[in-house]
């Protein structure tokens, strides 16, 4: 495996250490890093992270869960303790596959569990959309952070007028292989800019900073070029699960438009929360919300009881989405 990945080392944002690895093989050979946390025999959450992250990243999410969830966690191709695979290897196609090659190697036979990607992880999801696998092991999805199309275009890091000009320059940016450099103040302030929101606190900055900085430059080059092409929104429309999305009302790399976009095709959406002022990272930002949402998908559609369902709203403003017009149609036939 590659390196260990960057990160905090102390406080509620170090990632907690694992119960056990997984050593996971995709489609194509990839080999992925993945890890358990929690009870072996509580029910499963399995976490996709987003681009230039790493199974860090959910740190405070877990350490919400894992007392009486079993969390599942994997580094994307290249991200954090996975190799990086061969230029061709980067595509939908591929994060489909890894995330369904974590699915049939975590789980039991028969199991389900909860399926949750922030940013690149819930394009892994969309993806996977009509793969049997996700199909027969997911019970639910949560949709975080994230987008299916046009993300050059509605990106707001660069808040140019023209949506040309806005799509040639996050195209840019999303392209780019210059190296992040350390982690100082200059590029902490630049990456809270791009990425959180106004009350993000210096410690999740830190967190967040760390991470992202620990992603090889040319890792983030080659994914950077599938999310500047992205076309999903087809994946979102035939994802046949009960789904939440939540975003932030900061976001600048995922501006809202994404999560009511979402919303709106998703054939099964059990809601959209959208949370007051948080940016992009919206795991590190507000963990007890991620985390609430999971937990109520679990209560909801894995546990036999029903317990708790529809609770952990956490502290943002929840708006249920309206009904589709095609949940409509179906109600009234």
Not at 111 to 126: D, F, P, T
Not at 245 to 263: K, M, N, Q
Not at 272 to 291: F, S
Request: hydrophobic share 40%; proline share 8%; glycine share 10%.
């Amino acid at each position: 495996m590659s390196r260990r990945p960057g990160h905090v080392t102390t406080g509620r944002y170090a990632p907690p250490v694992p119960h056990t690895t997984l050593p996971v093989t995709s489609a194509d050979g990839a080999r992925l890093y993945a890890e358990v946390h929690g009870p072996k025999d509580a029910p499963a959450v399995v976490l996709a992270h987003g681009w230039t992250c790493s199974t860090a990243f959910w740190a405070p999410v877990v350490r919400e869960l894992a007392a009486d969830h079993r969390v599942v966690l994997y580094d994307q191709r290249g991200h954090g303790r996975s190799p990086a695979a061969r230029p061709a290897g980067h595509s939908t196609t591929a994060l489909a596959d890894d995330l369904v090659a974590v699915l049939e190697a975590a789980l039991r036979p028969g199991e389900r569990a909860v399926v949750g990607g922030h940013s690149m992880g819930g394009m892994a999801i969309m993806a996977a959309a009509e793969r049997p696998q996700l199909r027969e092991r997911a019970a639910a999805a949560l949709l975080c952070s994230t987008g299916g199309a046009d993300l050059a275009a509605e990106s707001r890091v660069f808040p140019l007028r023209s949506p040309q000009g806005r799509r040639l320059a996050h195209r840019l940016l999303l392209h780019a292989r210059a190296p992040l450099g350390p982690v100082s103040p200059l590029t902490k302030s630049a990456l809270r800019y791009a990425t959180m929101g106004p009350g993000a606190t210096a410690e999740q900055i830190e967190a967040c900073a760390r991470v992202v900085h620990a992603c090889p430059s040319g890792v983030r080059a080659r994914w950077g070029r599938v999310l500047s092409g992205l076309e999903l929104t087809g994946g979102a429309a035939r994802l046949a699960l009960p789904t939440v999305v939540i975003a932030g009302t900061a976001d600048r790399l995922t501006p809202l438009v994404h999560a009511r976009r979402l919303a709106s095709v998703l054939p099964d959406c059990r809601g959209l929360t959208e949370l007051p002022g948080l940016g992009h990272m919206t795991p590190v930002e507000d963990p007890a919300a991620v985390a609430g949402r999971l937990r109520a998908l679990v209560d909801d559609h894995l546990r036999a009881d029903g317990a708790g369902a529809g609770s952990g709203a956490g502290e943002g403003a929840v708006a249920q989405v309206p009904r589709s017009a095609r949940q409509k149609k179906e109600e009234t036939a």
